[in-house]
C-alpha cells in the first residue's frame, strides 16, 4: 500500500465521521485540513471536504501544498444523493476549475451523502438557507432539481444520510 494520508475539511461533523471510520477500516492517518502538515511526504492524499456552495471545503487550501508526483483521491460530502447525475457534473467541474489539471482524475472522485441539522448551523448558514428555501419555494415543481428538492425537503429539519458501507466504493481506489 502506498504512503496515504487521510485529510478532510468538515464543518458540522459529517465528514469528519466519514473520514473517522475510513481510518477505523484502513489504518490509515486521518487529519483536518487546518492541522496536516508535511502533505508533500505522502504519495497519495484522500481528501474527503464537505460541500458548501460549489466548494470542497479545504481541498485549494490542501492542493496547494501537494506535488504533481502525489496521487489525489477526492471524496465529497454533501446533503444531495450523490448518485444523481446533474449534482455529480455540478461537483466535478467546480472541482477541475479549483485544482490543477494534472491532479485531476474524475476516476479517483466519489461522492457520499451527507446530514445537515439545521439547529447547529451558523447564523450565516441558516440565513442563506432561509434566502434560498424563499426562492425555491416560489419555483414551480416542474423546475425543480434534485438539489432544490433536497433543500426544500430537508429545510429546517435534522436529516442524516450518512452511509458507512458507501466507504466500499474506495476499496478499488485506495489499493
Known amino acids: 500500500m502506498k504512503n496515504t494520508v487521510i485529510i478532510y475539511g468538515s464543518q458540522y461533523g459529517t465528514t469528519k465521521r466519514y473520514a473517522e471510520y475510513l481510518s477505523e477500516m484502513t489504518g490509515i492517518e486521518a487529519v483536518a485540513f487546518k492541522e496536516a502538515k508535511d502533505i508533500d511526504k505522502y504519495d497519495r492524499v484522500i481528501f474527503m471536504g464537505a460541500l458548501y456552495a460549489g466548494s470542497v471545503l479545504g481541498l485549494k487550501k490542501t492542493v496547494s501544498k501537494m506535488s504533481p508526483k502525489q496521487e489525489l483521491v ?45 439547529s447547529h448551523l451558523s447564523l450565516k448558514h441558516r440565513m442563506m438557507m432561509a434566502v434560498i428555501h424563499s426562492k425555491l419555494s416560489k419555483m414551480p415543481e416542474e423546475k425543480l432539481n434534485t438539489e432544490a428538492k433536497t433543500i426544500l425537503a430537508t429545510y429546517g429539519k435534522k436529516e442524516d444520510f450518512v452511509d458507512f458501507k458507501s466507504l466500499e466504493k474506495l476499496g478499488s481506489v485506495i489499493k
Do not use: C, F
Not at 444523481?84 to 482524475?105: F, M, T, V
Open 74 to 118: 477526492i471524496v465529497t460530502v454533501g446533503l444531495v444523493d450523490p448518485n444523481d447525475p446533474e449534482n455529480i457534473d455540478y461537483i466535478r467541474h467546480s472541482i477541475k476549475e479549483r485544482i490543477p489539471a494534472d491532479l485531476y482524475d474524475e476516476t479517483r472522485i466519489l461522492h457520499l451523502q451527507g446530514a445537515i441539522d439545521y
